[in-house]
């Protein structure tokens, strides 16, 4: 019986790039921020599971040699996955605040509703950002 490959922190860190690489231009995009303010929770479900898929495909159909039940898990969930999808939504929503960008595309609304279009338009970024951490993530 084989002994589960363990996620190291280098494979998180090639994710981080790559995630934080392919998100930057989409949060400083109006266009991603309108799209956001237009969305309605069946859109954003439909994001988060596009971004899921994308993520799961990339790291385990994309790749044959590894395999998700002989990587180490957290309740069935490989540890790998779980990173990505963290990065993902993560990378994006780090640059989102730290470029103020909630701030400057929907100044206007009052908190409740900046924090919830803030979260549809990190799930539109998250798309690419998937991408560019599954794509670092098999590369390295």
Known sequence: MKERQKHKLADT??????????SGPF????EVWALALN?????NV??????????YGGLYGADNDR???REAAVAGVPVRFISVLLVAFGSVGTLAIAVTAPDQFLGELPLA?????????????AVFSVVGAVTTDSLF
């Open 13 to 22: 860190a090639q994710q981080i790039v790559g995630g934080f690489l392919l």
């Open 67 to 69: 395999d998700p039940s």
């Open 46 to 55: 439909f994001l988060v599971c596009i971004v899921a898929a994308i993520g």
């Open 27 to 30: 949060v400083v995009t109006q």
């Open 113 to 125: 509703d900046q924090m919830v279009v803030t979260f549809r338009a990190i799930s539109v970024g």
């Open 39 to 43: 969305m309605t929770v069946f859109h």
